[in-house]
């Protein structure tokens, strides 16, 4: 299985309209794309001073997917993000392989 992930550092006082927001903005956007599904959305149990951590994953069929949403698709949608919350929601972005173990 294959994952785009982002962290993302959420400042505490823009925890809820960042939720709503994924919710309703964001995680549609990159489903109209159609290249990631299955968006799941993890609260990352560590104390953070600076705020509150979050891991938003998509499955991807391919390596090439993958790139293709990053290369072609992923400025766009994070421009959006720091439209909406500046510097309150800080962000990076990985490729995940599953292994078997």
Not at 23 to 48: C, H, M, N, T, W
Not at 71 to 98: C, D, I, P, W
Request: some cysteine; charged content about 20%.
């Amino acid at each position: 299985m294959l994952v785009f992930n982002t962290t993302y550092l959420v400042a505490k006082a823009s925890e809820n309209d960042f939720l709503a927001w994924m919710k309703a903005v964001y995680v549609p956007a990159v489903q109209k794309i159609g290249l990631l599904g299955a968006p799941r959305l993890y609260k990352v149990l560590v104390s953070e001073e600076e705020g509150i951590t979050y891991s938003l994953q998509f499955d991807a069929e391919s390596v090439a997917d993958m790139s293709k949403f990053k290369n072609q698709h992923l400025a766009e949608l994070e421009q959006m993000l720091f439209r909406r919350f500046g510097e309150s929601v800080l962000h990076f972005s990985t490729y995940l392989k599953s292994c078997a173990i």
